[in-house]
C-alpha cells in the first residue's frame, strides 16, 4: 500500500510564503513523475507543478516565478515552495506520484 502524507499548508497573509511536503512510504517499485495539483469547490483539479525523476520542471503559468517544485529521491518526498502568495491561491493542495496515489491533500488559504 502506497501512502502520501502532505504536511505544511495553512494561513498566510498576501505576498508571504510557504513551504508543502508530500512524503511517500509504502510498496511503491519506482517514483517517476511527482507534482502538485490544486482545487477549490466548485472548479476542476489543476496542474500546479510536476518534476520528473530527472528534475525536469513544469508550471502553470499562473505560478511560474512564484511557485518552485522540488524533491528529495532519498526521501520519496516532493516540495513546493510557494512564494509571493496571492488570494486566488488558495484551495486545497494534492500531490500525485507517478499520476496514480494521490495525497489527502492540504489546505492552503492566503488572506488578502
Known amino acids: 500500500q502506497v501512502q502520501l502524507v502532505e504536511s505544511g499548508g495553512g494561513l498566510v497573509q498576501a505576498g508571504g510564503s510557504l513551504r508543502l511536503s508530500c512524503a511517500v512510504s509504502?510498496?511503491?517499485?519506482?517514483?517517476?513523475?511527482m507534482a502538485w495539483y490544486r482545487q477549490t469547490p466548485g472548479k476542476q483539479r489543476e496542474l500546479v507543478a510536476s518534476?520528473?525523476?530527472?528534475?525536469?520542471?513544469n508550471y502553470a503559468d499562473s505560478v511560474t516565478g512564484r511557485f518552485t517544485i522540488s524533491r528529495d529521491n532519498a526521501k520519496n518526498t516532493v516540495y513546493l515552495q510557494m512564494n509571493s502568495l496571492k488570494p486566488e491561491d488558495t484551495a486545497v493542495y494534492y500531490c500525485?506520484?507517478?499520476?496514480?496515489?494521490w495525497g489527502q491533500g492540504t489546505q492552503v488559504t492566503v488572506s488578502s
Open positions: 500525485t506520484v507517478n499520476w496514480h496515489y
Open positions: 509504502g510498496s511503491i517499485s519506482s517514483i517517476n513523475a
Open positions: 518534476i520528473t525523476s530527472g528534475g525536469s520542471t
